[in-house]
């Protein structure tokens, strides 16, 4: 880090906002594979045919697509860290 910070707390936050930066990169990458496997989940709970949308079944079973997932644990890590 370039900035010299005297309060502990603020280079917590600053760590905190990294990992979440490096885990959303890394999961970013595999995001279609991640993708793919939530929606085939959703096929096999819901008894579905492997060809149908599998975004009524995201829906109706109340899940979140990856990419929403991954924001919302970010935001929720972030506003429970103080």
């Not at 600053?14 to 970013?28: G, K």
Request: proline content about 2%; charged content about 15%.
């Amino acid at each position: 880090m370039s900035l010299l910070v005297t309060d502990n707390r603020l280079v917590n936050v600053n760590i905190s906002v990294q990992q979440c930066t490096v885990i959303q990169f890394f999961l970013m990458m595999n995001y279609f594979k991640l993708q793919r496997a939530q929606n085939n989940l959703a096929r096999v709970v819901c008894q579905c045919r492997g060809r149908s949308d599998a975004r009524p079944l995201l829906r109706s079973l109340h899940w979140l697509p990856i990419r929403q997932r991954i924001e919302y644990k970010i935001a929720l890590v972030t506003y429970n860290w103080h």
